[in-house]
């Protein structure tokens, strides 16, 4: 990915990374904001070497966790990464420790919301110095979903910068994580292949993740990227282009280096399952199609459905690996936003 927001200078027999000091990252929604990709990479990887080399940057700083939807991997890794750079995070969950919140502008406020954000997200930017936010689709409405309206009421009001821990639509820390995990893992000096593979569910989930991946990898470009999943689960074109998307499981897998398996419901007939052919769960024999390809998800995962057992406990597994890292995306992204003040 070409960027002016960063350079590799040689000296030495050596490449030393200049970030730019004039981009200043002001909110982290999308991969819009990242500016320049390797260097957010790189940053994670030295924070992943020396976790506490930049231990007193956030030091007498306040970072809140807003919790609209459930979280695990997130959270806690948020939290590490705010407290191993000095800060002090503080965790709300709204649905179930504060009152509902209305987002719609103009709106009459007789049925289940009791707050509107405009009133909380001020108050909000008051007591924190950086305000995050998880909150999921309804995969009722689209328009809806995609308007971003949660998150970018809390960007509009709270007046401090906002870091998104998952929205309706995306998820770029995971998505960071996700290429900060490819490139420690790929050493070969040739471009890797890297497949999303839709994958079986019990029950429809968001885009967020599939289409976060995709925006990432396609603005990345140091990938061949393919995408395979049966008719009618295409995603939104302004996440996938840039990508091969294939039907044919079978011919995307063909020489991959890389799998990453996640479901998603239907983006055009919003938020459903059509098909759920247990065919589609990644196994061993179909890792044979692969060059050894390492295999990634997301978590949390639906074992057996989604991916079965002998996959996630063999040695192609890099799952865990990848949710380690989610502390040093959070710790990249996070001290990008403390240097930019």
């Known amino acids: 990915m070409k960027s002016l927001e960063s350079t590799f200078v040689k000296f ?9 000091p004039n981009h200043k990252l002001k909110q982290f929604i999308s991969v819009q904001d990242a500016g320049n990709i390797n260097a957010l990479v790189e ?4 924070y992943k070497n020396a976790p506490l080399m930049d231990k007193t940057l956030g030091t007498d700083k306040r970072i809140g966790l807003i919790f609209l939807n459930p979280s695990m991997r997130t ?40 707050e509107h954000v405009k009133d909380a997200a001020p108050v909000l ?16 409405n689209r328009e809806d979903d995609y308007s971003e309206l949660h998150i970018k009421q809390f960007i509009r009001y709270s007046g401090i910068p906002v870091v998104s821990l998952e929205s309706a639509t995306l ?22 292949k890297i497949v999303l593979t839709w994958a079986p569910h019990v029950k429809p989930l968001p885009q967020c993740v599939a289409n976060s991946f995709s925006q990432w990898i396609n603005a990345w470009g140091e990938a061949e990227f393919v995408i395979t999943h049966p008719e009618d689960y295409e995603l939104a074109e302004q ?3 840039g990508a091969r998307i294939t039907h044919n499981q079978d011919e995307a897998l063909q020489d991959a280096d890389f799998v990453y398996v996640k479901n998603w419901s239907t983006y055009n007939d919003y938020g459903r399952i059509y098909c759920n052919d247990p065919e589609w769960m990644l196994t061993n024999e179909k890792l044979q199609l692969t060059n050894r390809a390492r295999v990634m998800h997301c978590l949390p995962v639906r074992r ?9 406990d063999g040695s192609n597994s890099i799952v865990t690996q990848q949710a380690s890292n989610r ?15």
């Open 327 to 341: 502390i040093w995306a959070a710790q990249a992204v996070l001290s990008h936003i403390l240097k930019s003040k």
């Open 75 to 114: 959270r806690l890794s948020t939290q590490i990464a705010a407290q191993n750079l000095g800060m002090e995070p503080v965790v709300f969950n709204v649905g179930s420790e504060g009152w509902a919140l209305e987002f719609e502008e103009e709106a009459i406020m007789s049925g289940s919301g009791v």
């Open 239 to 241: 996440f996938t282009r």
């Open 125 to 140: 930017g008051k007591y924190f110095d950086i305000l995050c936010i998880r909150t999921f689709p309804s995969l009722k």
């Open 171 to 192: 998820h770029p820390l995971q998505s960071l994580t996700d290429v900060i995990t490819i490139t420690e893992t790929f050493r070969e000096k040739r471009r890797p």
């Open 304 to 312: 057996n459905v989604e991916l079965s057992d002998e996959v996630l």
């Open 12 to 20: 030495n027999s050596f490449f030393i990374l200049f970030i730019n």
């Open 43 to 46: 940053n994670a990887l030295r």
